[in-house]
């Protein structure tokens, strides 16, 4: 069973971090310096676990633009077991809960692969193709319920 968790204690957060470490700088290569930002102490962030394991991540804050979903990883031995969608659905919530979300755009920075998930959200890409940290990437925006 998947459970999503709003990330409360620290060592939740280093959970995160460490989770973020092994898909985006290990895996994918992504320097660790382009991975962590100025933006972690604002961000809103969440904890996927199976049963006790913690095995995904994600956050989202605002931004100029609108409201950012981000940094969404899930361990490679947990892909394909829904983690995924319940990060996506349980951040989504978590942003229209928030009071200060009403008619703002929630947007974010979707990898190729992992385009089809955001789609079943609603989510819609917008733009051209563009790389960060030299992976290819679609801006996608939540169109309005």
């Known amino acids: 069973m998947i459970t999503v968790k709003h990330i409360s204690l ?3 957060l280093k959970q995160a971090f460490s989770i973020r470490e092994n898909v985006f700088v290990q895996e994918q290569q992504v320097p660790a310096e ?3 930002d100025e933006f972690e102490d604002s961000s809103h962030h969440f904890l996927a ?3 006790e394991n913690p095995c995904g991540t994600a956050r989202w804050r605002y931004t100029d633009k609108g409201i950012k979903l ?3 990883a899930v361990l490679e031995e947990y892909r394909s ?3 995924g969608s319940a990060l996506v659905k349980t951040v989504i ?3 229209r809960k928030d009071g200060r979300s009403k008619g703002k755009m929630l947007y974010l920075h ?3 692969t992992a385009m089809p998930l955001y789609s079943k959200f609603g989510f819609q890409p917008v733009g051209d193709m563009f790389e960060e940290c030299n992976i290819k990437h ?3 925006v939540l169109k309005s319920e």
């Open 49 to 51: 676990f199976a049963g």
């Open 70 to 72: 981000e940094r969404f």
């Open 10 to 12: 620290p060592e939740e």
């Open 110 to 112: 979707a990898q190729l």
């Open 138 to 140: 679609y801006k996608m």
């Open 93 to 95: 919530n978590d942003i």
């Open 34 to 36: 382009e991975e962590y």
């Open 81 to 83: 077991r829904k983690v």
